[in-house]
């Protein structure tokens, strides 16, 4: 997300202290689970239609299925968050031409921060003071426990076949208090991108299977590639203070067996393994990755990748993006992230994905839900996953042979982690006394102590 791209409480039946081995296809039960500015209007009532491609290439979104109800909310604008940047933004701003369009409701965009941990901070000021605007935000599935006393009650306002849709696990973390207070939009994991001509010039078959391994071969490759590219970095990742670097922690943590930071109701991160994650992490920094690294998002790791500056990259499935006319199109594969070593090593991935809320305080709550039914629509969900790679939440159109086509990586079995959503509402402080603490140790303070300060603060905070 992109996690650029703002997640809950984990559902019953589900082991905190253990992973649920699933692929991101074939889920039958399981599901995805959770797992990153203001901007201006599109519409301003221009009446333009969407059935001619968009300046970025996009072709037409689809029709608006529920047209006939949404037209008697013409004149209406409604204010929405969409995705900060990329094919993301672009294929929503297409959803939302199309949308206005066909119904008349002006829809006015919100491009998110490029932070998750920016955005979530936003929409806590906005709602804490009541504010009706903007009316549909998108939110982390980490953040419904935080944000839901805000957020509309969509029990009522969706159809049960609405609901039952998307995948009952996603249900389930955005239901507070038997209230469903975001509906799913899309889904993921963290993936390792990898070039595959680099991977042929350097004489490796196959990419990493294990952090050690990936360390390795991109300090063969980087040595090599920075001849002729003084740019070129072995591997970038999601290393600035903020939601997505929690995420990539976890990852490095987890596949050495070191817990996820909270197992259960206890702080588990200070263990001799989660230190040897962090020090080889750390590690990477200056040598291997830039050390602009630390500062890096979704975004800046999307980009250095995308220009040919990187051999491998930790991202999202909507990176998959890539292969629509980047410096790296057809030069790119996808696989799990590499496993740690040592006893009850594993490969590990962050889940992630966004949901779609409405604003309880909102002026204009039926246009906003029709926009909202639209948005997260078995079409709009199958055109982003075509054209923007992103994992729909829906099992029906995830199965479908062009998102798959669309998205190869669906077909690969991952190990997910779920972040330690348990606490609740003390998530979002949780994660950021770990992504607060783990920049700092890129950026060079002692791992020990900083593991060990970790683990008390955030047994301060939860108890």
């Known amino acids: 997300m992109n996690d650029t791209v703002r997640h809950g409480a984990i559902p019953s039946g589900i082991d905190r202290r253990h992973f649920l081995r699933f692929g991101a296809m074939g889920l039958g039960g399981a ?3 959770g797992a990153c500015g203001k901007g201006n209007g599109i519409g301003g009532g221009s009446g333009t239609s969407s059935s001619t491609a968009s300046a970025a290439g996009l072709p037409s979104a ?4 529920n047209v006939a109800t949404a037209k008697k909310y013409a004149g209406t604008t409604v204010a929405t968050d969409i995705p900060g940047f990329g094919t993301e933004m672009s294929t929503t701003e297409q959803l939302a031409k199309q949308f206005e369009a066909e119904t008349g409701i002006k829809i006015k965009t919100v491009p998110l921060p490029k932070s998750t941990s920016d955005a979530y901070a936003a929409d806590q000021r906005l709602l804490a003071a009541n504010q009706s605007s903007p009316d549909v935000l998108l939110v982390d599935l980490i953040y419904p426990p935080a944000l839901a006393q805000y957020l509309l009650d969509l029990k009522g306002h969706l159809t049960e076949a609405e609901i039952k849709l998307s995948y009952p696990n996603l249900i389930a973390v955005n239901t507070i208090d038997s209230r469903l207070v975001a509906y799913p939009w899309y889904g ?4 390792l991108y990898y070039r595959t001509d680099l991977l042929e010039k350097y004489g490796f078959s196959k990419p990493p299977e294990t952090w050690t ?4 071969m991109a300090t063969k ?5 920075q001849k002729a590219n003084k740019a070129f970095a072995g591997y970038v990742f999601q290393g600035n203070a903020y939601e997505g670097l929690t995420c990539n922690a976890l990852e490095w943590v987890a596949s050495y067996n070191g817990g996820t930071f909270i197992d259960g109701t206890s702080v588990s991160v200070d263990n001799p393994s989660a230190i040897a994650a962090l020090k080889l992490a750390q590690s990477w920094v200056g040598k291997i990755s830039p050390t602009g690294v630390t500062t890096f998002t979704e975004d800046e790791t999307h980009s250095a990748f995308g220009a040919g500056n990187a051999a491998f990259m930790r991202n999202w499935e909507y990176a998959e993006d890539l292969q629509k006319g980047s410096n790296v199109a057809g030069k790119f594969a996808v696989a799990p992230l590499p496993a740690g070593t040592g ?6 991935a962050a889940a992630g994905g ?18 909202l039914r639209y948005l997260t629509s078995p079409e709009a969900q199958a055109y982003r996953a075509i054209n923007s790679a992103d994992v729909p939440a829906q099992p029906a159109v995830a199965a479908m042979a062009e998102v798959q086509a669309a998205l190869p990586a669906l077909k690969q079995k991952v190990v997910p982690f779920a972040r330690p959503t348990q606490i609740g509402a003390q998530y ?6 770990i992504f607060q603490a783990v920049n700092a140790m890129l950026r060079g303070s002692n791992v020990e102590s900083g593991v060990k300060k970790m683990a008390g603060d955030l047994r301060e905070l939860i108890g």
């Open 31 to 33: 599901a995805l689970l």
């Open 213 to 216: 391994e990936l360390t390795s």
């Open 221 to 225: 490759i980087q040595a090599g590639e």
């Open 62 to 65: 689809p029709a608006v299925h």
């Open 188 to 191: 993921g994991f963290g993936r």
């Open 354 to 371: 966004w949901a779609v809320a409405i604003n309880k305080n909102s002026q204009n709550a039926e246009a906003a839900v029709e926009w």
């Open 343 to 348: 006893a009850g090593a594993t490969t590990a």
């Open 428 to 433: 979002n402080e949780a994660s950021t006394i």
